[in-house]
């Protein structure tokens, strides 16, 4: 399945840490879509996409949208402040129709649902942040009927789509166990609660903008 990673220019020093963490806890090929192209060197398995330049907050989703437009069907999207702490578990088919996202962490949990007797967690139809963008499979019908223009990323996911006849679905037993790499009010702060020592000191060693 197609992954992309989106990532805004403000969070490109953020790149160095996502992609070492990414290559050693998935590697699988991804798309890296964003706005001016990064200074770092891209590993092999990135094909870089430009939106052309980046505009304001409430143009996020008019430059996004498309980019998502031409995807297929089902593609995985998450953010470059995505920081991977153990290695990515293979996500399974579900066997359910009109499911509009499939939560890959544990973020359908921390809100109204249920877990059905297979370990599949089911957001509540009235439940918030059913649009989160946690990482996640996406079916492109149902990200396109609310990628709608002049969103920014805070009010895609803060719309509520409640009893749309979609299911928002997650597991259990997430496949992708990860921080969320910076605070809101610090974008220069990494959060790397939880992660090996291993993998704090070699990013405390890439992190060269820490030093600026």
Excluded at 91 to 101: E, H, Q, S, W
Excluded at 145 to 156: E, G, R, V
Excluded at 165 to 183: A, T
């Amino acid at each position: 399945m197609k992954i992309i990673i989106t990532t805004s220019d403000k969070y490109h020093h953020l790149l160095p840490v996502f992609f070492y963490l990414y290559n050693k806890y998935c590697g699988l090929p991804f798309d890296l879509v964003g706005h001016a192209k990064p200074e770092c060197e891209l590993p092999t398995n990135c094909t870089w996409v430009s939106l052309g330049p980046q505009g304001s907050k409430q143009e996020w989703s008019n430059q996004i949208r498309p980019y998502f437009e031409q995807q297929p069907k089902y593609f995985i999207w998450m953010m470059e402040d995505t920081f991977f702490k153990a290695q990515m578990k293979h996500a399974l088919r579900l066997p359910f129709t009109k499911v509009g996202r499939i939560d890959l962490t544990g973020d359908v949990q921390k809100r109204e649902h249920f877990i059905d007797d297979n370990a599949i967690v089911h957001a509540n139809a009235e439940s918030r942040y059913r649009l989160s963008t946690q990482p996640s499979i996406w079916d492109k019908e149902f990200l396109l009927k609310y990628l709608t223009p002049n969103l920014s990323p805070w009010d895609f996911e803060t719309q509520d789509p409640k009893s749309d006849g979609w299911s928002v679905l997650g597991f259990k037993d997430y496949p992708i166990n990860h921080n969320e790499g910076v605070r809101r009010f610090d974008l220069y702060k990494l959060n790397l609660d939880g992660m090996c020592q291993k993998d704090i000191n070699h990013i405390n060693s890439i992190a060269i903008w820490q030093t600026k």
